[in-house]
Nanobody, 123 residues
Framework: QVQLVESGGGLVQAGGSLRLSCVASGRTDSIYAMGWFRQAPGKEREIIAAITKSGGSTYFADSMKARFTISREDAKNTVYLQMNSLKPEDTAVYLC????????????????WGQGTQVTVSS
């Protein structure tokens, strides 16, 4: 099993930045790609970005790539999400996920999920 714990969420004003972290523990040798998703109230969970082991390849949802950056430190079993120029519509629970697959773009491709961290952007 793999456990994922997110941190770094909070309340920020529009235009501000946040950096989210996700630390993996347990059988980390079984995971390859890691991703960040978000879910706003009443909306479906959507992917933000994903990254392969060693950071060799990344994927971004089209609407996210301009303001969000994903990175990874395998030695620390940690993946990061840098979020810039935040908008009120970015308010959501942000979740980290991991999969033994090389890359995943959909929620169904991920086996392990964190509990999420709340990001609230005020106008």
């Amino acid at each position: 099993q793999v456990q994922l714990v997110e941190s770094g969420g909070g309340l920020v004003q529009a235009g501000g930045s946040l950096r989210l972290s996700c630390v993996a523990s347990g059988r980390t040798d079984s995971i390859y790609a890691m991703g960040w998703f978000r879910q706003a109230p009443g909306k479906e969970r959507e992917i933000i970005a994903a990254i392969t082991k060693s950071g060799g390849s990344t994927y971004f949802a089209d609407s996210m790539k301009a303001r969000f950056t994903i990175s990874r430190e395998d030695a620390k079993n940690t993946v990061y999400l840098q979020m810039n120029s935040l908008k009120p519509e970015d308010t959501a629970v942000y979740l980290c996920a991991a999969t033994p697959q090389v890359m995943g773009h959909m929620t169904s491709e991920y086996d392990y999920w964190g509990q999420g961290t709340q990001v609230t952007v005020s106008s």
